[in-house]
Antibody, heavy 124, light 107 residues
Framework: QLQLQESGPGLVKPSETLSLTCTDS??????????WGWIRQPPGKGLEWIGS???????YYNPSLKSRVTISVDTSKNQFSLKLSSVTAADTAVYFC????????????????WGQGTLVTVSS | EIVLTQSPATLSLSPGERATLSCRAS??????LGWYQQKPGQAPRLLIY???NRATGIPARFSGSGSGTDFTLTISSLEPEDVAVYYC?????????FGGGTKVEIK
């Protein structure tokens, strides 16, 4: 059963790079047929899609973050990662990883399931 | 980008009542709208995709309808465990966007 888990530093200094990884204990990230995404939620606020990576290697990023975001997949480690550079306090949020929904072999741009999320605070 | 506006911001109802949540898109998204439920301290969970399809394991009291720019999530008979914030999301165009959420409370 797919269980996603985010990991990474909970505190990042302003102007530095936020780095998170998402691991699936069931090993599905090593499969080349899935799409993976990152979504974030500032404390007490709504959800913001950060970006997604398709198995083909194509990536789609939110234009508001595109210049600072990189999403990559390492199938050998069964994980995918998020890097967000030049962070500010506005990047303080809970960061979720998620898989794109698959129904009868077709992948859609919905997110299911999600990891539990990890809080990243940007502060000096 | 497509802006999704949800209403009301908060909905307070008694157990057993019908809950009706609205999501309006700034331009047509066809039927490419979904709904998520987020309980306090938890990750969101997909309830409905492509306007009216229930995700795996979602109870039948949750239903979705609409097309174009106006969509509705209905909880036919509110249960105490339905206390949560509900978000809509569109997949019609990049970037994927979410609505601001509707908080459902129990009176």
């Amino acid at each position: 059963q797919l269980q996603l888990q985010e990991s990474g530093p909970g505190l990042v200094k302003p102007s530095e790079t936020l780095s998170l990884t998402c691991t699936d204990s069931g090993g599905s990230i090593s499969s080349s047929s899935y799409y993976w995404g990152w979504i974030r939620q500032p404390p007490g606020k709504g959800l913001e899609w950060i970006g997604s990576r398709f198995y083909s290697g194509s990536t789609y990023y939110n234009p508001s973050l595109k210049s600072r975001v990189t999403i990559s997949v390492d199938t050998s480690k069964n994980q995918f990662s998020l890097k967000l550079s030049s962070v500010t306090a506005a990047d303080t949020a809970v960061y979720f990883c998620a898989r794109h929904l698959v129904v009868q072999g077709v992948t859609y741009n919905w997110f299911d399931p999600w990891g539990q999320g990890t809080l990243v605070t940007v502060s000096s | 980008e497509i802006v999704l506006t949800q209403s009301p911001a908060t909905l307070s109802l008694s157990p057993g009542e019908r809950a009706t949540l609205s999501c309006r898109a700034s331009q047509s998204v066809s039927s490419y709208l979904g709904w998520y439920q987020q309980k306090p301290g938890q990750a969101p969970r997909l309830l409905i995709y492509d306007a009216s399809n229930r995700a795996t394991g979602i109870p039948a009291r949750f239903s979705g309808s609409g097309s174009g720019t106006d969509f509705t999530l209905t909880i036919s008979s509110l249960e105490p465990e339905d206390v949560a914030v509900y978000y809509c999301q569109q997949r019609s165009k990049w970037p994927l966007t979410f609505g601001g959420g509707t908080k459902v409370e129990i009176k």
